[in-house]
């Protein structure tokens, strides 16, 4: 299913691409001529229980579109192209996010709409987990007298 349904999404991604760039004649597809449905997949693709690694969909572009093909924009780019009706952002900042994004390699795709919408917040710049330290290891605990026994099942 992970494979269909990134097919599907970068199926979509394209289409809508292609919608933007006049490629695509949208008078056929009820993909992009009803206007219910691109607000509805947007919603969908947003939600947590939805997301497909970006690995995943990363190698079926690659194996479907390709990254031979220099005309045509990276996966992140087009993911950005769709979801920027949504965030209304207006051209020159989408240009600024498509450019600092344009490579992006990351978990999944609410992953990275999250890092686009807000880039340096303090969320997504890197920090230690500071509750690391508190555990620690058990030969240290033995030897600071801490006493083990099983579990009994």
């Given at each position: ?40 997949l ?7 229980e ?31 192209s ?7 952002r207006p ?7 498509s ?21 340096d ?9 500071e ?17 083990f ?5």
């Amino acid at each position: 299913m992970m494979v269909l349904d990134g097919c599907f999404i970068i199926e979509l991604f394209c289409k809508y691409f292609g919608k933007l760039a006049g490629h695509t004649d949208p008078r056929h597809d009820p993909l992009l001529t009803e206007p219910w449905v691109l607000p509805f997949l947007m919603r969908d693709l947003a939600k947590l229980e939805n997301q497909i690694p970006w690995f995943v969909l990363n190698a079926l572009f690659d194996l479907t579109v390709g990254s031979w093909n220099e005309s045509h924009p990276s996966l992140s780019n087009l993911a950005l192209s769709f979801f920027n009706r949504t965030f209304q952002r207006p051209d020159a900042e989408a240009e600024a996010v498509s450019m600092k994004f344009s490579d992006w390699e990351g978990e999944h795709l609410l992953n990275f709409l999250r890092l686009t919408i807000n880039p340096d917040s303090p969320e997504t710049k890197q920090r230690p987990n500071e509750h690391l330290d508190l555990i620690q290891p058990a030969t240290k605990l033995h030897r600071a007298g801490i006493k083990f026994k099983a579990d009994p099942l």
